[in-house]
T-cell receptor
């Protein structure tokens, strides 16, 4: 069974640009979550999608948005990039059999550098 | 506010035992997770505790005390491949995961 796939692996952008990151979950998983990871900080929750609907959202500005397609693949978009957006963006999928003990399967992430 | 505390870095010797602590203050509690993350790789699930006590899984064990807001991950017979960051996360009353900053574990020969 293929794991969670994130593309691209690395990305370099300049301030003010926008970027789109892609995530393909494990086959059969309908829940996809996005996290931002920076050195010294815990994973910061961005949002979660389930069956094409945003089910949960973290405390990030509106420049961060996402969507999920009917095949459960998800994209995350960041507009008007700022230097502080430089981070590893992780996507995780789960089978969503229930809210408890729902372990996440993570992709290797997209390392975004904003210059 | 919600808070998860873990030591930033720990060092241990190959073959020894190490205990990584995690304390938390969250709005409600629906379980505590431990994940392992090797440098440049995806975090992978290690354990889940929702009831007090010790859960053992091979060389790794995880303990929870809900009354103290405390958990630890115990790694026995350390191997070089155990060098990684260990992430503690708590599921709050809204079923959202709150993550600690992670503990970088360095294993020396």
């Amino acid at each position: 069974k293929a794991g969670v796939t994130q593309t691209p692996r690395y990305l370099i952008k300049t301030r003010g640009q926008q970027v789109t990151l892609s995530c393909s979950p494990i086959s059969g998983h309908r829940s996809v979550s996005w996290y931002q990871q920076t050195p010294g900080q815990g994973l910061q929750f961005l949002f979660e999608y389930f069956s094409e609907t945003q089910r949960n959202k973290g405390n990030f500005p509106g420049r961060f948005s996402g969507r999920q397609f009917s095949n459960s693949r998800s994209e995350m978009n960041v507009s008007t990039l700022e230097l502080g957006d430089s981070a590893l963006y992780l996507c995780a999928s789960s089978s969503d059999r229930g809210p408890l003990n729902e372990k996440l399967f993570f992709g290797s992430g997209t390392q975004l550098s904003v210059l | 506010g919600q808070n998860i505390d873990q030591p930033t870095e720990m060092t241990a010797t190959e073959g020894a035992i190490v205990q990584i602590n995690c304390t938390y203050q969250t709005s409600g509690f629906n379980g505590l997770f431990w994940y392992q993350q090797h440098a440049g790789e995806a975090p992978t699930f290690l354990s889940y505790n929702v009831l007090d006590g010790l859960e053992e899984k091979g060389r790794f064990s995880s303990f929870l005390s809900r009354s103290k807001g405390y958990s630890y991950l115990l790694l026995k017979e350390l191997q070089m491949k155990d060098s990684a960051s260990y992430l503690c996360a708590v599921m709050d009353s809204n079923y959202q995961l709150i993550w600690g900053a992670g503990t970088k574990l360095i294993i020396k020969p």
